[in-house]
Structures are given as C-alpha cells and as structure tokens.
C-alpha cells in the first residue's frame, strides 16, 4: 500500500517509484498510482507541499538554521496582529516565508453572497466553502523573516514587490529579535498598508 499524503486541497498524493536509468528508484508523488507502491517515505527525504500551488513533492531532506519555535512565534503573530484568514509560514534555507492566498476571505465572501444569497454566510456549508475558496486559491509571497545572525538569532525583514517582470524582496527593517519584527510588521499582511512599507 503507497503512503499517502493529502495536501490543503484536500487531493490525495500516493508516493511510488519506478526504475531510473541506472536501475535505482525514482521517487516521486502522484494522484493516480502509475508506478511501485512505496509504503514509508525514504531515509534521507521528506514530504513537501508547494507553498503557492499546493503540488506533492518528494525531495532530499532540507537542512535549516530555523527553529521550530521561531516558524510558531511568525504563525501565533499574525494570528494575533493581522486580519488575515488563511495564510502558509513556510520554513526555507535560513528563512521563513509568508505566503498569503490571492482570493482574500471577503472576496470569497462576496462570491458566495452572489452565488447563494446575501444572506448565505449564516449557513454553515457556505461558510465552509468559502473557507476552502480561500484555502484552495493559489498563494503568494508576500513577507520574509530571513535569518542574519545565527548565535544572536537577529532576522531582517523585507516584503514582496512584485513590481517589474519577477517581483524582487524589498528590506524593511532589520537585524533585530525575530519577535520585535513580528509585532512591528505582521498587522500589515492583507492590509493596503502593506503596499506602503518600503
């Protein structure tokens, strides 16, 4: 039996292999089981989930400076600070990423109210399916929290400009505690504020 793995979109991934050129496996996710069954992941790989698409991947286990801790202190931020709905912290190299959906809570709002009534947000499936409307959007980035001193642990922090033709990271502020830039930055995810910081 494939190990299975079910991403935000609620879509089943099984992990399997086939044979590579020089006859070692190939592993890799699929929805459809189109290759060996593998029932465990690997030694030496993880599982991950695109951040912007939701998409499978099996890859070599990712070493990072980043404490777990310090993923939770970003998350519990904007939880507390911010007025967004859904969002993804993402633990990449020595950073952590925000990625917010690109269909806000009150746009899917606003969809469900046409579509089902004004009135639709006070029965709970339309308040589901506007929850995974939001969950299922594809995400951006949007913040990073990149770490500058490890023995200190001191981040900056920058936001994402998308301007131009591939969008760059824009430095706000930094080094500092990971905490003092959370408190100072997070309220502004998913405000117009947000395109003010520079």
Known sequence: ????????????????????????????????????????????????????????????????????????????GIRQLSNVDHFIVSVEEDSLVVYLPTQSGSEASDLVKVLAGPDALRVPRFREARDRLVRESEHHKAMRFQLLNEQRRLFHVERWYSGGSDGCWMHLHGPAPLSDLVERYAEHLGAESFYELY
């Open 1 to 76: 039996m494939a190990f299975e793995y079910r991403n935000r979109r609620e879509d089943v991934y099984l992990l399997q292999a086939r044979k590579g050129q020089r006859g070692k496996p190939r592993y890799y996710f699929g929805r459809k089981l189109t290759g060996e069954p593998v029932e465990e992941v690997p030694e030496g790989y993880e599982v991950f989930e695109s951040p912007e698409r939701g998409q499978v991947f099996l890859r070599k286990l990712q070493p990072s400076c980043i404490d777990p801790t310090e993923r939770e202190t970003v998350a519990d």
